[in-house]
């Protein structure tokens, strides 16, 4: 069974770049027809693609955030990673890691939240 | 960009059957995916596609669609089904994926 795992600073300065790493365990990141993607969900709100990435290394992100985020993979580590730029108080929420398929989302992480504040 | 609409809170008699529809254009394209979040925890996959329901979630949860509609459907709703529940599609303009708002199940 696949695992998903979120890992980061849980603070970050506002105007500076929040950092995220999801590392997958039980099989290879690599391997399957798999989108390897973020998403968000702000206290007490619904969730927000942020974007995606196949192991080719393309990428796609949600249009109200593409122009300060970068998605990343390392098949070596078995990782993906999320750097979102100039961040504010309205970034501040839980970030979830997930396996996604053609049709939706099978595997999540458990979450990790992350608060903007100086 | 494509948008999906739920009902913000629904509620059920225990035991009983209720529906939690989403709405969008895309779902005359792509049939959508539903998940369960209940506080303090990530959300799990309920049922996706036209008839498929993940292993080991009860039978008392299916999916069905039609037009612009899709709908989850709770046949003899359990207290352990009160959640936040959230519908999934894709963008039919550019195949980014799309939640709804979701719907806080209330099972009284």
Not at chain 2, 57 to 80: K, M, V, W, Y
């Amino acid at each position: 069974q696949v695992q998903l795992q979120e890992s980061g600073p849980g603070l970050v300065i506002p105007s500076q770049t929040l950092s995220l790493t999801c590392t997958v365990s039980g099989g290879s990141i690599s391997s399957g027809s798999y989108y390897w993607s973020w998403i968000r969900q702000p206290a007490g709100k619904g969730l927000e693609w942020i974007g995606r990435i196949y192991t080719s290394g393309s990428t796609n992100y949600n249009p109200s955030l593409k122009r300060r985020v970068t998605i990343s993979v390392d098949t070596s580590k078995n990782q993906f990673s999320l750097k979102l730029r100039s961040v504010t108080a309205a970034d501040t929420a839980v970030y979830y890691c997930a396996r996604e398929r053609n049709w939706g989302v099978d595997f999540w992480g458990q979450g990790t939240l992350v608060t903007v504040s100086s | 960009s494509s948008e999906l609409t739920q009902d913000p809170a629904v509620s059920v008699a225990l035991g009983q059957t209720v529906r939690i529809t989403c709405q969008g254009d895309s779902l005359r394209s792509y049939y959508a995916s539903w998940y369960q979040q209940k506080p303090g925890q990530a959300p799990v996959l309920v049922f996706y596609g036209k008839n498929n329901r993940p292993s080991g979630i009860p039978d008392r949860f299916s999916g069905s669609s039609s037009g612009n509609t899709a709908s989850l459907t709770i046949t003899g709703a359990q207290a352990e089904d009160e959640a936040d529940y959230y519908c999934n599609s894709r963008d039919s303009s550019n195949n980014h994926l799309v939640f709804g708002g979701g719907t806080k199940l209330t099972v009284l």
